[in-house]
């Protein structure tokens, strides 16, 4: 075998050495996410077998008697993201709004760093900010209002209804809001980036007036992108801990009022988990986590279905 | 006929001028918090600085002290998180833009990864307690490590991913025309040419793990002491965040918010620094 060929085919093996590392790196992220739910499922196995499927539907918590069952967390989990996705979406929408139709092109940049900074600031000085901040002024101005004018309402008014102490629900969501609001956001504005100018204009050229060119043109263009940038910020705001964690009073108590303590799954594991004494109590909480995970994960797997579709419409078009 | 046309119009402007002042009031809303929280750390932050925070232990309740073991806990941690996440995240990030065109792998590991991206991190620290710290027997700097190098690795694979798409393909073929194997065109040429783009991604990375709380929390605990050892216990910054600022101690309070400007300068430098040197890449100079 001459030098040269020897050379060729050392250089052809290295090649195939990189292609099969560069392989293994891949699938080793793409196994990770089954090496989670399947940990996580074998770790949650004992509560599973102690309390079955009611696992889910009962809102027992007593470490003492070991009974343990989901509800609560659950719950808790999914009225804070409801109330952070009510006040997030439309401000989301909103800011959106302005950066691509209203702004004057000097202030785009800065409002753009200025929400890019919000998504910045990690979640435990969101927590603490709601802590020391933001719940003592709740209490002494925003609740006493509720309570007085939404707590009389029929048949919704006992949601308003309860001691103004600060942490609850209400003030967790409402800092989830603000966590979610940069993502959902600048998901938004990257969609509505897309829309042909030439789309815009004719309208406008109709006499339409921005407004009506947003909701009529805008909106339907980009609808499925708008839905995926408001399902990422969902499951963001499902799975974020430490913000809520600060705020939410950590009750395992089913109570109607938002004003109340309570607990998210998150939550429940960032107190508990360390302090969890017994197998059936750390696998309880193991089932949590494993319930949160899956929750996310089928709605992050929609927000990107969403804005995959948008992306496939957009190529083939242009 | 003409007064109907009138009202509707106005009408039209009417919603118009409603739709887009609530459209500015949202972007004010959204500035107040920015600056009303970032005020709060401020004021909280700069008087509760000053030397102590660097030089001391963190006290026990009651008396002064400072940061320094959770300082240092926080740079072991996240400077073997990086180490660890950056070259699976890279060698992840080159199969999906390299070798990634056909088969079934590469576009549902990039599906994986995005959601990865955004799924839960006290989930991640969950799996790692079952993986780390559940079968060895007691919490560890590593399975902290570890539980931030699978934040790291998503983001990396993401920003590597899209930077070396953005290579054009031309150079690719004129370094294979000079009879370049595929491997030295990648790690000559491509690389070459997408090097502060997958550093901008590493430090975005660095960023988003060190604020990060929640995977810590029961990977690698906490330390009260001084502790270098990293297959024991070591203390984070952020968790003593968390500890000192939950507690009913002024003492702690206030280190907690000077811990907590810390991490929040650390990270929005981080943020910046990464975009200004994305930006200086993108302009042609």
């Known amino acids: 075998m001459s030098p040269s060929a020897q050379n060729k085919n050392v250089g052809a093996t290295i090649d195939k050495l990189f292609r099969l590392t560069t392989m293994f790196f891949a699938f080793l992220v793409f196994i990770l996410l089954f090496g989670i739910i399947i940990t996580l499922f074998i770790g949650s196995l004992p509560a599973l077998k102690a309390f079955g499927p009611s696992f889910f539907t009962s809102d027992a918590w007593n470490p003492v008697t070991v009974q343990f069952g989901g509800l609560v967390p659950i719950y808790g989990t999914f009225i804070t993201a409801l109330i952070a996705m009510l006040i997030g979406v439309p401000v989301s929408f909103g800011i959106a709004i302005f950066i691509t139709e209203l702004s004057p092109v000097w202030l785009k940049r800065p409002i753009g760093v200025a929400i890019e900074l919000l998504a910045g600031i990690p979640s435990i000085i969101y927590g603490m900010w709601g802590l020391f901040v933001f719940a003592p002024l709740f209490a002494d101005h925003v609740q006493p209002w509720i309570n007085d004018n939404l707590g009389s309402l029929p048949l919704i008014g006992q949601v308003f209804q309860g001691p103004p102490m600060g942490i609850g629900m209400l003030t967790a969501g409402f800092i989830l809001a603000i966590m979610v609001i940069p993502f959902t956001a600048s998901v938004m504005r990257d969609v509505f980036e897309i829309v042909p100018s030439m789309l815009k204009e004719s309208a406008y050229g109709l006499g339409a007036t921005t407004w009506e060119v947003v909701w009529n043109v805008v909106l339907p263009y980009t ?52 302090e969890a004494v017994g197998d059936i109590y750390t696998s309880s909480l193991i089932t949590l986590g494993l319930t949160l995970f899956v929750i996310t994960f089928i709605v992050l797997a929609l927000a990107k279905l969403l804005l995959i579709r948008l992306a496939l419409r957009e190529g083939k078009q242009s | 006929m003409s007064q109907f046309n009138n009202q509707r119009y106005l009408r039209r402007k009417f919603v118009n001028g409603l739709a887009l002042s609530i459209s500015v009031v949202t972007v004010i809303f959204a500035l107040t918090f920015l600056v009303w929280i970032l005020w709060t750390l401020f004021s909280q932050g700069f008087s509760h600085l000053n030397l102590a925070v660097f030089t001391k232990m963190t006290p026990p309740p009651g008396s002064a002290g400072g940061l320094l ?76 490590s570890l539980a931030l190098s699978l934040l790291v690795i998503p983001v990396v694979v993401r920003t590597t991913e899209n930077m070396m798409t953005l290579v054009p ?59 270098s050892d990293m297959s024991k216990p070591i203390s984070s910054l952020a968790v003593v965040i968390f500890q000192f600022a939950m507690s009913p101690y002024e003492d702690w309070q206030h280190l907690a918010w000077a811990g907590a400007l810390l991490i929040t300068l650390f990270v929005l430098g981080l943020n910046i620094l990464a975009r200004t040197l994305f930006r200086s890449n993108q302009s042609p100079s």
């Open chain 1, 223 to 274: 609808k499925t992108g708008v839905v995926g940038g408001i399902m990422l910020g969902l499951g963001r705001a499902l799975g974020e801990t430490m913000a809520v964690t600060f705020v939410i009073g950590n009750a395992h108590e089913l109570s109607p009022s938002l004003m109340m303590p309570g607990n998210t799954i998150s939550s429940a594991l960032a107190n508990e988990f360390t």
């Open chain 2, 69 to 144: 073991n959770a300082i240092l806990g926080s740079v072991y941690m996240v400077l073997f998180a990086t180490l660890i996440g950056t070259p699976v995240g890279i060698l992840a990030g080159t199969y999906l833009a390299e070798y990634g065109k056909s088969g079934w792998l590469a576009p549902t590991t990039r599906f994986i990864n995005d959601i990865l991206l955004s799924a839960p991190s006290i989930v991640i620290g969950l799996f790692v307690y079952e993986v780390a710290v559940n079968s060895v027997g007691h919490f560890s700097g590593w399975a902290g």
């Open chain 2, 169 to 227: 393909s031309t150079l690719r073929e004129a370094a294979a025309a000079l009879g370049a194997p595929y491997w030295k065109v990648i790690v000559n040429v491509v690389y070459r040419s997408a090097k502060t783009g997958i550093m901008t991604g590493l430090l975005l990375a660095v960023a988003r793990i060190s604020g990060e709380t929640a995977p810590l929390l029961f990977t690698a605990l906490n330390n009260q002491f001084w502790n």
